[in-house]
């Protein structure tokens, strides 16, 4: 009997991205975004990365291992991942492992050396395209790059066929298809669907599953003091808005009226009434 697929997907902890915007504090002279009341929540690109690995798994039978890494990440965010369908979790708790602190690279580095020193064999790693906090869409594609696997981006839809993988890669006018051997990692777009949701019995259930919890020191990792990536300022955008009504007494009126407007203020080059 064959062994069963090694899936590891790889998830971050985020303030809850749905949050009010008066939630968020923007400190420039630290260059912090710091949140108050906000609830922690998966990045919802990562929730669809593990989708798709619980699809692949009801398919075609695997095993499938969550990673993450941060500081004090919450109990109850990573017990969802275990309860809607996986198999295991591999957590990295160091006090180094907070936002302001690690950049992209030192990020995808911990999480390589997370994988290589506890998952025995992997055959797919599964990442989301960026992060709801950062949005810089760079973990995934160094990851694959550190553990020496191809790296296929965007994925929307994928199938596994006799040792290898067929997906289909977002483009901005279609898709591509495109083809790689076992093992490969895939950053997966939100095409593949929302996160299911886990029953009660299951959030139950998943407190009982294995878990492990490393340190940095665990792993032999440094990270040092300096970043790959140098922030030099961080600042709100100006917004800048303004209203103007426009009336009439009837509709077409109001909607000739807003197309002078409009032409006036050089929005459109002209119109036909």
Excluded at 169 to 178: A, F, H, I
Excluded at 234 to 239: F, G, H
């Amino acid at each position: 009997m064959s062994e069963p697929l090694q899936i590891v997907v790889c998830v971050k902890q985020v303030p809850d991205p749905e949050s009010p915007p008066s939630s968020f504090t923007l400190d420039s002279s630290e260059m912090r975004v710091t949140c108050s009341g906000v609830p922690p929540v998966l990045s919802p690109f990562d929730e669809n990365a593990l989708e798709l690995a619980i699809a692949l798994k009801e398919l075609h039978g695997a095993e499938v291992t969550i990673v993450s890494a941060g500081r004090g990440l919450s109990k109850a965010v990573l017990l969802k991942a275990l309860a809607v369908g996986a198999d295991k979790m591999l957590v990295v708790d160091d006090e180094v492992l907070t936002r302001d602190k690690v950049d992209s690279r030192q990020t995808a580095l911990v999480l390589a050396s997370a994988i290589r020193d506890n998952v025995e064999k992997y055959d797919l790693v599964l990442t989301g395209i960026q992060a709801a906090d950062t949005n810089a869409g760079q973990v995934g594609h160094l990851l694959g790059c550190m553990l020496g696997i191809p790296v296929l981006s965007l994925v929307r839809k994928a199938e596994l066929s006799d040792g290898a993988i067929r997906v289909e890669r977002v483009l901005p006018d279609g898709y591509e298809v495109m083809e790689a051997g076992l093992p490969v990692l895939l950053t997966v777009s939100h095409e593949v669907g929302e996160l299911r949701y886990p029953s009660l019995v299951a959030i139950k259930g998943a407190k009982g599953l294995p878990q492990t919890t490393v340190s940095l020191a665990d792993l032999g990792v440094d990270l040092g003091s300096e970043k790959s990536v140098d922030l030099v300022s961080l600042e709100l955008p100006d917004r800048e808005r303004r209203c103007q009504m426009v009336e009439a007494d009837e509709p077409e009126l109001a909607g000739a009226a807003l197309a002078a407007k409009l032409v006036e203020d050089k929005k459109l080059t002209g119109f036909v009434h």
